[in-house]
């Protein structure tokens, strides 16, 4: 029988990745990345909260000289004349000439990555890649924000564990569970 998890208001969710899986899906991503980024000592930025433990995942599996730091993000809906997305913690690093590789959790309706993608390249990046653990291709709003590094493509459910969260708890499960319909 499935795992499965119980969530507030009877809500219940159902093992989707194993361990297992996960370390299957991890170590492709990070094959495809080491193969493509070596000699360019590219930076990796990871988006807090929930990529950090893909992070901490993928990063140790890429074995090249490269560059880690972490931003947090805020999304706005609606009206701002700015762009959608702004950085809560400012970049330290310089970014201009440098290949970028973007560590997301999970692209969805790629407004996020579409966003912080555009604010890269303003800001002089070489290239901006993006990696996602997980990726919703029935949801995206954005053909650019379509990440390049894939973990897996999974249909239009709500998923938490491996650092993805359900109102901030979950994070901590080392396996996906999705929301049964
Ligand atoms: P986007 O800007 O692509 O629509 O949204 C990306 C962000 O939405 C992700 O970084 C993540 O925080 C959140 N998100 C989207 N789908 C899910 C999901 O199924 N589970 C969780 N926990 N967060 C999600």
């Given at each position: 029988?499935a795992k499965e998890?119980?969530g507030?208001?009877?809500?219940?969710?159902?093992?989707?990745?194993?361990?297992?899986?996960i370390?299957?899906?991890?170590s492709?991503?990070a094959?495809?990345i080491?193969?493509d980024?070596?000699g360019?000592?590219?930076?990796f930025?990871c988006?807090?909260?929930?990529?950090?433990i893909y992070?901490a995942?993928l990063?140790?599996?890429?074995?090249?000289r490269?560059?880690?730091?972490?931003v947090?993000?805020?999304?706005?809906?609606?009206t701002?004349?700015t762009?959608?997305?702004e950085l809560?913690?400012?970049l330290?690093?310089d970014?201009?000439g440098r290949?970028?590789?973007?560590?997301e959790?999970?692209v969805?309706?790629g407004?996020?990555?579409?966003?912080?993608k555009q604010m890269?390249?303003e800001?002089?990046?070489k290239?901006?890649a993006?990696t996602a653990?997980l990726?919703?291709?029935e949801?995206?709003?954005?053909?650019d924000?379509?990440p390049e590094y894939?973990?897996?493509?999974i249909?239009r459910?709500?998923?938490?564990?491996y650092g993805?969260?359900y109102?901030?708890?979950g994070?901590n499960?080392?396996?996906v569970?999705?929301l049964?319909?």
């Amino acid at each position: 029988m499935a795992k499965e998890l119980q969530g507030t208001e009877g809500r219940v969710f159902e093992e989707y990745l194993s361990e297992d899986d996960i370390k299957g899906i991890v170590s492709e991503v990070a094959q495809r990345i080491t193969a493509d980024y070596e000699g360019r000592n590219p930076l990796f930025i990871c988006v807090l909260n929930g990529a950090y433990i893909y992070a901490a995942d993928l990063y140790r599996a890429i074995p090249i000289r490269s560059e880690i730091t972490f931003v947090r993000l805020k999304s706005y809906e609606g009206t701002s004349t700015t762009g959608h997305v702004e950085l809560v913690t400012p970049l330290r690093e310089d970014i201009k000439g440098r290949d970028v590789v973007l560590i997301e959790d999970i692209v969805d309706t790629g407004t996020t990555m579409h966003y912080f993608k555009q604010m890269l390249c303003e800001m002089g990046a070489k290239s901006v890649a993006v990696t996602a653990f997980l990726f919703k291709p029935e949801a995206l709003l954005y053909p650019d924000a379509e990440p390049e590094y894939v973990g897996k493509s999974i249909p239009r459910k709500f998923v938490l564990g491996y650092g993805l969260d359900y109102d901030g708890y979950g994070r901590n499960i080392p396996a996906v569970y999705a929301l049964k319909d």
